[in-house]
């Protein structure tokens, strides 16, 4: 038998080794099913942790130290000007962090008995697979989970290159660009925006539509806006990117309705799109939109009753969150349970400075829906802890119905945004209302209270 002939059975077959695919696997396991994870690149962690989610909040949390020693010399403290070295801090990020944690998962992995198989995954059928490789095979199973994943979209006309980068050619820093641009004014141009320039970069910031953030509420994006236009050199909303010509000194940009600028790099941030090409999916019943987005019901079930898929595969909003819990529904259910992706709220949090984090309902969002609520926001100018940080430039915002009082929407910006989210993701999920969040007692000095005062505010 050659290794192209041999045929591995299975429970489960992972498709993706992302924080969907690994959720789906060691659940799997956990249940008492035989699961193997097939990744193209032979690891856990997908995007988020390799080329993502946390080697950018490694990047951002030096862009804070350096945000933090400057605004020490308002209080007395003066570190002096900063000094960069990139090679220490490439190795920090790559073997401290991201190799740390890589490991952690892989060692996971052993203790659950999941396999890991290196390889490109392409269905035959709906019950079984080849990976292309250089291991060779081909796996049986009785269920599958897709879990690949998305990848960075591009601009028409307009190609990835060394100098035209991506979010993870950004986050290999290899370079502090003395010019750069960044198309896309979402949270990947924002963080790695911020990122560039805290390290000394003159960034300038397009976005197509007629603010930053487009979606999130207008109250959390100010604090946000007003701290990129100190930051960055330009913002110009409304503005598309028109064009990119290569020359002798780097790039020069047609910027729709302003002109040619030169910069020594760009980096397109201009959303993202469900990794789904080339996976034999037209060997399946899985129905695929022309997004590439696959159809999933609440319990993550395709059109084929063998496969199962989770992430940024179906569709917004592409987080990594969301992608584990449903990897977890999906595992339950091919277990016999009786699961499913119910959650009222998945929050999101953007990790610039300052954090902005929302979840539920956007006053916005009630209006266009016609559905009467009460908002209450409490500034943190009147927060003590905030005083105490130097950081009163932040605001908690609550959206409540406006007959019972049940919260349904909260909006935080500030320091800490993304962790002080999770309560108010608690609140909405237990369908708790105004008067329990005010009643709650919380510890004194903290960001936190503004939760209970914004509640308390919503009582009137």
Known sequence: ???GDLVREVDVAVIGGGPGGYAAAFRCAELGLEAVVVDEGGR???????EGCIP???LLHVAGVLAQAERAREFGVDFGEPRLSLDPMRKWTAERVVGKLARGLASVARSKGVDVIGGR????????LRVEGDQPQKIRFRHAVIATGSAPAALPGVSFGERVMDSAAALEIAEIPERLLV?????????LGQVYAALGSAVTLV???DGLLPGADLDLVQPLARCCERLFAKIHLGTRLAALRE???GLEAELESRGAEAFDRVLLAVGRRARTEGLGLETTRVTVDQRGVIAVDERCRTGDPHLFAVGDVTGEPMLAHRAMRQGRVAAEVIAGRPSAFDATVVPAVVFTDPEVAWCGLTERQAAAAGQAVKVATFPWAASGRAATLGRSDGLTKLVADATSGRLLGVGIVGPGAGELIAEGALAVEAALVAEDLAATIHTHPTLSETLMEAAERLLG
């Open 1 to 3: 038998m050659v290794m």
């Open 44 to 50: 856990l962690g997908g995007t988020c942790l390799f």
């Open 56 to 58: 950018s909040k490694a």
């Open 121 to 128: 995954a392409v269905f035959e059928d709906s019950r079984g």
């Open 183 to 191: 198309a896309g004014g979402g949270y990947i141009g924002l963080e």
């Open 207 to 209: 976005e197509m539509t």
């Open 247 to 249: 020359t002798a000194a």
